[in-house]
């Protein structure tokens, strides 16, 4: 199998000033509050993708804190629209394209989240769920085509995510890992002669996630991660 050809622009997934891992071409436009209108709107805005697209990275997301049956039913909406929808949308609208390039890259970011059920952050956590399975089904569908398709998965990182979700409290205490951390991660593992399906970036996370699933019942994990959410709502 050829190495496929290194990633060397990281300013691609990074911009310092937002803490976003996202490419300025491939950046969602402004939408409304309704999910029906931010269900379109978060496509990819024109018709066609450029003919010159090699790379694209979503990585819009944000999230809700707080008992789901407590939480504001529009906004629960448009955290679909943007979470699930926008991810699903841009990935047909690009990767097509890709394929037929033979090369390129498509990047989904997943979240720790995704590897267990999150009380108080619980649509979050399904919709970075369904952001996983999505992309590693597409890094299988997408072997021998010279695509890489990957899912990033960081844990609580130091961006804008925390003064949208509205508190410091949903990263549960943890350390915020830097962006420039979680693009390296993304980076070395693109560039492996067998790039993986996904990649959890830090290696506390990757312990963490090791253990979640090895070593623990699926209710002893819930109520692990139930009862350090309820210290922090």
């Known amino acids: ?89 841009i990935s047909r609208a690009f990767i097509g394209q890709l394929r037929s390039a033979g090369r390129g890259v498509l990047v989904n970011v997943a979240s720790m989240a995704a590897y267990q059920p999150n009380p108080r952050m619980a649509l979050y956590g399904a919709t970075k769920a369904f952001v996983l399975s999505l992309t590693e089904a ?29 508190t410091p409290q949903a990263a549960g205490g943890t350390r915020l890992a830097s962006p420039a951390d979680v693009v390296r991660t993304a980076l070395a593992a693109l560039d492996r002669r067998n790039p993986p399906p996904s990649v959890i970036a830090g290696r506390m996370n990757r312990v963490m996630a090791f253990l979640a699933r090895r070593l623990a019942s699926r209710r002893q994990v819930i109520r692990a991660i139930g ?7």
């Not at 050829?2 to 969602?28: Q, V």
């Not at 009862?227 to 709502?233: M, P, W």
């Open 1 to 89: 199998m050829r190495r496929p050809r290194p990633i060397r622009d990281a300013e691609c997934f990074h911009r310092p000033h937002k803490g976003k891992l996202t490419c300025p071409s491939t950046a969602p436009p402004a939408v409304s509050p309704s999910s029906q209108a931010a269900a379109r709107a978060w496509a990819w805005p024109s018709p066609t993708p450029s003919p010159a697209t090699e790379r694209t990275f979503n990585n819009a997301g944000f999230a809700t804190f707080g008992p789901f049956h407590q939480a504001d039913p529009d906004r629960l909406r448009r955290e679909i629209a943007v979470d699930v929808t926008a991810v699903a949308d």
């Open 227 to 233: 009862r350090l959410t309820a210290k922090e709502a």
């Open 138 to 166: 597409l890094w299988e569908e997408s072997r021998g085509t010279g695509l890489r398709v990957l899912a990033l998965s960081p844990g609580a990182t130091r961006t804008e995510f925390f003064d949208v979700v509205g």
